[in-house]
């Protein structure tokens, strides 16, 4: 079984930074996929960046276009955490934000939520004009 937690959370201006973090428990976490995800108010959750495992210590990272050149995806295998550094917030930034994890993500998957095993409970982030 595999916990995720999330962490970092909160209200922050237009323009402003967060790090959301994800604590991961109970498995190999090194080659798990991890991906983070987001639902705004009447949304649907949508994809916005996913870690991909190679080999040995080799990841792809990739990420939706409205967050890419703001957002930055890393991890760190020592602390099993995944961290999602979020520069020049915008209001529409605004929503709660999960980490998601599995063992067998793929080019074609990492987009898709229903490819993930395993979520966190989400973390609220409001970005105010």
């Known amino acids: 079984q595999v916990q995720l937690v999330e962490s970092g959370g909160g209200l922050v201006q237009a323009g402003g930074s967060l790090r959301l973090s994800c604590a991961a428990s109970g498995h190999t976490f090194s080659s798990y996929g991890m991906g983070w995800f987001r639902q705004a108010p009447g949304k649907e959750r949508e994809f916005v960046a996913a870690?991909?495992?190679?080999?040995?210590?080799?990841?792809?990272?990739y990420y939706a276009d409205s967050v890419k050149g703001r957002f930055t995806m890393s991890r760190d295998n020592a602390k099993k955490m995944v961290y999602l550094q979020m520069n020049s917030l915008r209001p529409e930034d605004t929503a709660v934000y999960y980490c998601?994890?599995?063992?067998?993500?793929?080019?074609?998957?990492?987009?898709?939520?229903?490819?993930?095993?395993?979520w966190g409970q989400g973390t609220q982030v409001t970005v105010s004009s």
């Open positions: 870690m991909r495992w190679s080999t040995g210590t080799t990841y792809y990272t």
């Open positions: 998601a994890a599995d063992a067998a993500l793929t080019p074609a998957t990492m987009r898709r939520e229903d490819k993930y095993d395993y």
